[in-house]
């Protein structure tokens, strides 16, 4: 399996994928996943890249950092490791949102929670408002959770930590998330 991992973060602006896939596609690469966003001016990304040809990293890196460096971005390479080791057993995907004011902590306390009960943060967001001159989170994690806890617990853990921050919290099965925010 040859494969790597790229993440590419910096200011964004207009042309960076473009960027970046034509210098992967130049080397023989293909883009097997990727995530990407905007985070306030930061572009931020992750690329699973698929190098059937075995291009040494050091030259694709060389060539996307060359490129890229002009435009206030920078690349990182690494050998995609061996394929994880499966789940350690069936879990229920969750969504967990949390809102109230900004303090420091807030979200080392929420995800010890979260990992207390050896469920898996698969997806998070945090964006933060200004609600009357005060700094407002709102934090969304979509976790997978073992089949062995009991969602009252997951409840019952978030409220407690959340009530510590002053935060306001609801935790729901992913279904039941999508069903009433479908727009």
């Known amino acids: 399996m040859n494969k790597f991992v790229l993440s590419v973060i910096g ?8 960027q970046i896939s034509t210098i992967l596609f130049t080397h023989g690469c293909n883009i ?6 905007i985070l306030q001016t930061e572009f931020a990304s992750i ?15 060389q060539a996307l950092n ?9 690349a990182h390479l690494r050998p995609m490791a061996a394929p994880a080791p499966a789940p350690a057993g069936p879990s229920q995907p969750f969504v967990i949102t949390t809102q109230g004011v900004d303090k420091p902590g807030t979200i080392s306390a929420v995800t010890t929670a979260i990992a207390s009960l050896a469920c898996n943060v698969v997806n998070f967001r945090a964006i933060i408002t200004q609600e009357n001159g005060v700094d407002e989170m709102i934090m969304i994690f979509e976790v ?3 089949m062995g806890v009991d969602h009252r617990q997951l409840r019952q853990v978030m409220q407690e930590v959340c009530a510590r921050f002053g935060l306001g919290v609801s935790v729901q099965h992913r279904d039941i998330f999508e069903t009433i925010h479908r727009v």
Do not use: C, W
């Not at 060359?66 to 920078?74: F, P």
């Open 11 to 18: 200011k964004d602006k207009p042309g960076i994928l473009a």
């Open 32 to 37: 097997e996943d990727v995530s990407q966003t």
């Open 47 to 61: 690329f699973i890249v698929l190098n059937p040809d075995a291009h040494p990293l050091e030259k694709i890196g």
């Open 66 to 74: 060359e490129a890229l460096g002009g435009m206030e971005l920078s």
């Open 144 to 146: 997978d959770m073992p």
